[in-house]
């Protein structure tokens, strides 16, 4: 069973960074596409980059474009986000998944309803 868990979250200002970490459990990291969504208080999940597996490809929405940016270490089965110049947008829980695929584009305009789940989050608050 595909286990995935956000970490690194929390209070930041606007205009400030941080790094996530996505750990992985149960399944071949290398194998899968493993992308970042968001929830942002009432709304629905929404992709937001995600990474092809053998990290040669990246997508990112374009709200997030030129700010953030995904990466990932399959000898640690571990995937990152590194987000720069934050917004209050940007506020909501973050969730990192993965999917058998190749197109991380299609992946990251995935439906949330494509996913049964959704592992740990880890929540992210930009404001002053």
């Known amino acids: 069973q595909l286990q995935l868990d956000a970490s690194g979250g929390g209070l930041v200002q606007p205009g400030g960074s941080l790094l996530l970490s996505c750990g992985s459990s149960g399944f071949t990291f290398a194998h899968y596409a493993i992308g970042w969504f968001r929830q942002a208080p009432g709304k629905e999940h929404e992709g937001v980059s995600c990474i092809s597996p053998h990290n040669d490809i990246s997508y990112h929405k374009e709200f997030v474009k030129g700010r953030f940016n995904i990466s990932r270490d399959n000898a640690k089965s571990t995937a990152y986000l590194q987000m720069n110049s934050l917004t209050p947008e940007d506020t909501g829980i973050y969730y990192c998944?993965?999917?058998?695929?190749?197109?991380?584009?299609?992946?990251?305009?995935?439906?949330?309803?494509?996913?049964?789940?959704w592992g740990q989050g880890t929540q992210v608050i930009v404001s002053s």
């Open positions: 998944t993965a999917v058998w695929s190749t197109d991380v584009q299609a992946m990251c305009n995935l439906s949330p309803r494509h996913f049964q789940s």
